[in-house]
């Protein structure tokens, strides 16, 4: 998705639904050109959701996963950015596009455009009065991918093995003679048992592991950070 930054309108606005609807409402009654970029966290990860508008008309969307790279586009992605309206938390920013930057953005940018564009009326009927859960959904299959691993490894008590060389052997015994299902997820797991160093690496807590995520992009991710660390200082 190639974007032309524009002009900020407003940057790093905590999300709330009244806050969010009231802008968007306003942006699009004054028949404003530009975007919001919605950046929420969702219950496995970061979320990042787009709306773009021409003289008050939203005409594209974008939405992704920024956790597993997950991306939808156009129609699928206007539920799910108007769905982020509905996050627990996150930020948004609202920028200000030219007549050229508009152009440029729906040349780079053909396949997130809307069959049908969307005027304030329109706006009322296609917004959901409550919050769907597609996250779900969307991601089963690389949740199911993450839960096998997990169950695995408590299974086997890999995460506490040291220097266990009989659990290593009863593993692989195990595996030649069809014990253990040969899925692809138990075999990169057990190669990366087997071949990994046998100094044990210290545990990173969830919120931990959730603040450390970098993703690929994102509008205020690093302020996102900052407010998280200081609501768990507090």
Sequence with gaps: MNIPLGTPEKKFVELKYETIMSDLKEFMEKKKTGYFAILVEGKHGFQEAFLAIDTGMIFASAFEY?????????GEALKRSL?????DKGLYDVYVWNTQQVELFKV???DLIL????NPVKFSQVMPKTRENFEEDDLREFLVKEETREDLLKKYKMEEIKEEKPLEDQIVKDLEQGVIDEHKILQEMLEEYLNKSKEEKPKMTEETSKLNEEPPVGHGVEKFKELALKENRE
């Design 66 to 74: 920024l956790k597993y790279g997950k991306v939808y586009k156009a």
């Design 108 to 110: 780079f940018n053909d």
């Design 83 to 87: 769905n982020a309206f509905f996050a």
């Design 115 to 118: 069959l049908e564009n969307i």
